[in-house]
């Protein structure tokens, strides 16, 4: 009689089938649609840090000047666009690493996935990156034209904008103009955003929280998520910005019509490496934190247990 067939699906205590992985797409929603939406000023001061730094020179600066231009609304302008498309791109992002990290542990079987399960967190999370890109792509290039665009030159309401997107297409590249800054931006990003979390929580299990993972409780096991996703989110931060800032200058009116390359030389490695990298910081670090966070908080509460382990 032979022996069963390794199965990732089914190694770990919870079976990864088809009610884990609609529950992951639906966690990884709710995690980065929420986070995304809910640091809108920060995304809108840092947008403008990056494509004026003459005029928006600093977070609380920057704020002040758009709250004294535009009122309280000035600095809520994407929030729609940001909800909508950051809930489409973490449904993605999340739920296709679960997918496509059993895939790619099945592919290599037991033995070698244990020995390169970096190798897989990387591969499976720019795997999922690249889908969730596509679903994001039109949403964040709707968002940035409104966050940059000078007060009365482009609709600020969800819908109207939508449409003005539409209408000039030509002139904007929508839907997918932005698709490969995108990519450069998002997939580093997340590789780095998946990998160092699932190192970072391995080694919190390994060397600071030496028992068996399950006999540490929720709370504990939470605060370790958030702790890990904060610290991943620092390094995806500094690896993703000139990515970031790149995108962030394609909504420059400008730059219309400038290809990539051309915007690069422009603006220099520098520049683009480092204009609006603080705030950035701050705000990757807590929002890859909260991600994380409600994520787990989700697969907690859905009997799927918390994400990583020795």
Request: charge should be positive; charged fraction near 15%; proline fraction near 5%.
């Amino acid at each position: 009689m032979s022996a069963t067939k390794w199965d990732a699906r089914f190694a770990g205590p919870v079976p990864h089938d088809s009610s884990y992985y609609a529950k992951a797409l639906l966690g990884g929603a709710l995690a980065c649609g929420i986070t995304h939406a809910a640091i809108t000023p920060l995304d809108v001061a840092k947008c403008n840090m990056q494509v004026d730094p003459k005029k928006y020179n600093g977070l609380v600066p920057s704020l002040r000047t758009l709250v004294a231009e535009e009122g309280s609304k000035g600095v809520l302008k994407g929030f729609g666009p940001t909800l909508v498309g950051y809930s489409l791109q973490g449904m993605f992002k999340y739920g296709l690493y679960e997918i496509f990290k059993d895939f790619y542990m099945n592919l290599a079987g037991e033995e070698l996935s244990e020995k390169y399960k970096p190798a897989i967190w990387l591969v499976g999370s720019a795997s999922a990156e690249v889908f969730a890109d596509i679903a994001l792509c039109p949403l964040e290039m709707t968002k940035v034209k409104i966050q940059t665009s000078p007060t009365g030159t482009f609709p600020i309401p969800f819908v109207a904008a939508l449409r003005e997107m539409q209408r000039t297409k030509l002139e904007t590249r929508y839907p997918f103009g932005s698709l490969v800054p995108l990519w450069s931006r998002q997939i580093p990003y997340t590789m780095a955003k998946f990998f160092c979390f699932e190192k970072i929580v391995q080694l919190f299990y390994t060397h600071v929280f030496t028992e068996p993972k399950e006999t540490y409780n929720k709370g504990t096991q939470l605060g370790i998520t958030f702790a890990s996703g904060y610290l991943a989110g620092v390094v995806c931060a500094v690896v993703s910005h000139p990515a970031d800032s790149l995108v962030s200058q394609l909504g420059k009116a400008a730059n219309k019509g400038k290809s990539l390359g051309q915007i690069a030389n422009e603006v220099g490695f520098v520049k683009l490496a480092t204009q609006g990298l603080g705030t950035r910081v701050i705000m990757i670090g807590t929002l890859t934190g909260f991600q994380w966070w409600i994520y787990d908080s989700f697969k907690a509460s859905m009997g799927m247990g918390t994400t990583g382990g020795k």
